[in-house]
């Protein structure tokens, strides 16, 4: 019987010892925050810090029903009623990924979100090997955030790339935000 230690390559048992790396979960015996941990706190980062939305909510999991669909914190910023001119609503998609080995699958999916969002943001591990994932982000548009993935409380977050704004296409936007349900009085 062979172990699996990553997609795609497998290692007889009489080999395995010493071969198989830790999970990416557990570190030195010490279980990680999970992903979701960091969806509140990179929230409160999108409104407070980036002043890249004025409302921001954790969603995470499969609210939208799609795989690729639904983003780990999704935001508005929503110009003041008191400004003269006030352009239309704009919304701030953001995937937050804690495993390294699932960078290509994050980007994947932050291109996705490019479909019904204004802007998208990609956060990873600062541990990570950021080179190519930053000229990724940077060639379609994606904004980089780098955290510490071993504390939820505090992740300091950190800018790399700033996302830049293009238009969506209106009827995903409609669809997904009919998707919110309750989550959408929230936001607006």
């Not at 909510?57 to 799609?66: E, M, P, R």
């Not at 983003?71 to 006030?86: I, N, W």
């Not at 994932?133 to 548009?141: A, D, H, K, V, Y």
């Not at 409380?153 to 935000?177: C, G, H, M, Q």
Request: aromatic share 12%; with cysteine.
């Amino acid at each position: 019987m062979g172990l699996k230690p990553e997609r795609g390559l497998f290692i007889l048992k009489k080999y395995a010892e010493g071969a198989i790396e830790k999970r990416s979960d557990v570190e030195n015996n010490i279980h990680l925050p999970t992903e979701a941990s960091f969806y509140q706190s990179f929230a409160d980062y999108l409104v407070q810090d980036l002043e890249e939305c004025t409302k921001a909510i954790s969603l995470g999991g499969n609210k939208f029903g799609d795989k690729w669909g639904t983003p780990d914190v999704f935001g508005v910023y929503k110009f003041s009623e008191a400004d003269a001119v006030r352009p239309p609503v704009e919304i701030v998609s953001v995937e937050i990924k804690t495993d390294t080995n699932q960078l290509i699958t994050a980007f994947g999916q932050a291109c996705a979100y490019k479909t019904f969002s204004h802007k998208v943001y990609l956060a990873v591990p600062k541990e990570a090997d950021t080179g190519r994932i930053e000229s990724l982000c940077t060639r379609f548009g994606i904004g980089l955030i780098l955290f510490n993935k071993k504390d939820s409380s505090d992740p300091s977050w950190e800018i790399r790339t700033r996302a830049v704004k293009n238009e969506p296409d209106y009827f995903y936007v409609n669809e997904y935000l009919q998707r919110l349900g309750e989550d959408r009085r929230s936001l607006f």
